[in-house]
């Protein structure tokens, strides 16, 4: 059963950059079906997807944050990070690392952690 | 506001049938790409419940099933328990955003 684990601050300043892990167990991070994603909630509302990197490091960004993310991946220690630069308070939110299942019809999320609130507050 | 349209809430009765639409368009559910749906219970990470329009994981009981027609997806559940009461996401691809979009969320109350 994979397992994942989100780690990082819970407070961050605004401007700054947030940065978080995810830590894979229970499976490999280099399975040639799958990549490995984030999506965040902020609080009450809906999902965003903001990412996902293959093990080659090939990634894809949600257009609307694509300048400010960068999803990086260690495939020796099975863990993935992000990183969110010059967040506001608009950024706080619950984030989720997830596994992206590749399927024909369009990928989807089948394995998710628990998620981490970060809020971004001076 | 997303490309995934869903009502904010359904209800039904213990026992009964519960439905949520989730409505997209031509450049999404439309261009052939699947729905998937979550299951997020209160204060829990979502869970996958349906992948591929009508797939689901093992674990999923039989009362959720899934359909999709043209621009359009549904998520059915039969014989609602007080359990299943819940937020529910469908998901997709859209080609003009080049993004994985969510719907915007259904709260499932059984009364």
């Known amino acids: 059963q994979v397992q994942l684990q989100e780690s990082g601050p819970g407070l961050v300043k605004p401007s700054e950059t947030l940065s978080l892990t995810c830590t894979v167990s229970?499976?490999?991070?280099?399975?040639?079906?799958?990549?490995w994603g984030w999506i965040r909630q902020p609080p009450g509302q809906g999902l965003e997807w903001i990412g996902f990197i293959y093990y080659s490091g090939k990634t894809y960004y949600n257009p609307s944050l694509k300048s400010r993310v960068t999803i990086s991946i260690d495939t020796t220690k099975n863990r993935f990070s992000l990183k969110l630069n010059s967040v506001t308070a608009a950024d706080t939110a619950v984030y989720y690392c997830?596994?992206?299942?590749?399927?024909?019809?369009?990928?989807?999320?089948?394995?998710w952690g628990q998620g981490t609130l970060v809020t971004v507050s001076s | 506001q997303s490309v995934l349209t869903q009502p904010p809430s359904v209800s039904g009765a213990p026992g009964q049938r519960a439905t949520i639409s989730c409505t997209g368009s031509s450049s999404n559910i439309g261009t052939g790409y699947d729905v998937h749906w979550y299951q997020q219970l209160p204060g829990t990470a979502p869970k996958l419940l349906m992948f591929g329009n009508t797939n689901r994981p093992s674990g999923v009981p039989d009362r959720f099933s899934g359909s999709k027609s043209g621009t359009s997806a549904s998520l059915a559940i039969t014989g609602l328990q007080a359990e299943d009461e819940a937020d529910y996401y469908c998901q997709s691809y859209d080609t003009s955003l080049s993004s994985w979009v969510f719907g915007g969320g259904t709260k499932l109350t059984v009364l």
């Open positions: 229970g499976g490999s991070i280099r399975s040639s079906s799958d990549y």
């Open positions: 997830a596994r992206v299942h590749a399927f024909d019809g369009g990928n989807y999320f089948d394995y």
